[in-house]
């Protein structure tokens, strides 16, 4: 089982940047299909970024289209961290953001993240609050 904790939200202007931490303990996050998801008031919890993997390789991330172009997400195997770079940032943005983590599955020889996977393991989120 993984733990995740988040870290780096805070409160910014419009058009500013922040850089999320996702450190993860117990097992190396590299063996999980990881991701990014944010949740605000009244709105149902949605994925930012998803991390596609083939094996332990990283092959791609999948972003939200109202965050392409803004935001990056990386991987760090060595610190067993997730990061999400968050650039050019909108009121729209802010919520509560989620690191979080699902059991990778098996296919053509490989260990994958295929679509429709329950990312349950998930860190207490942080707190990102854009301002005009």
Known sequence: QVQLQESGGGSVQAGGSLRLSCAGSGNPIL????????????????????LKTEGDKSISVEYADSVKGRFTLSRDNAKNTLYLQMNNLKMEDTAIYYCAAAA??????????P??????????GTQVTVSS
């Open 31 to 50: 063996r999980y299909c990881t991701g990014w998801f944010r949740q605000s008031p009244g709105k149902e919890r949605e994925a930012v970024a998803l």
């Open 104 to 113: 990778r599955r098996r296919s053509g020889g490989t260990w994958r993240c």
């Open 115 to 124: 679509p429709g996977i329950d990312y349950n393991y998930s860190g207490q």
